[in-house]
Structure formats: structure tokens, C-alpha cells
């Protein structure tokens, strides 16, 4: 959600034709992507940390 919104908020700061459409596909895009990466990260992290006392 935070991605979607920091992409829409992006959009009104620009009148752009290719920047508008860069947005458009980066609202399509970068939400799943960030969605997938996080548990990715989160459990590099968790890995890194070793086991809990």
C-alpha cells in the first residue's frame, strides 16, 4: 500500500505524457514487486541473526 501511494502521490507532481504512463505501469508494477521482496528480506534477516536464545 505504501508503494501504491508513494507512486500515485509521484503522479500529481508531474503533466508529463512519458512520465504519466511511467507512472501508470510502475502502479502495476511496483506494488507486487515490493510485495515479493519483503518476505525475501525478512527472512535474510532472520537468517543472518542465527538462532534465539
Do not use: K, N, Q
Not at 515479493?36 to 543472518?48: D, E, F, I, L, W
Amino acid at each position: 500500500m505504501i508503494t501504491l501511494f508513494t507512486v500515485v502521490w509521484a503522479a500529481t507532481w508531474t503533466a508529463h505524457p512519458v512520465v504519466l504512463y511511467g507512472l501508470r505501469v510502475a502502479v502495476l508494477v511496483l506494488p507486487p514487486l515490493a510485495y515479493a521482496v519483503t518476505p525475501a528480506a525478512c527472512r535474510t534477516r532472520a537468517a543472518s541473526a542465527g538462532p534465539r536464545p
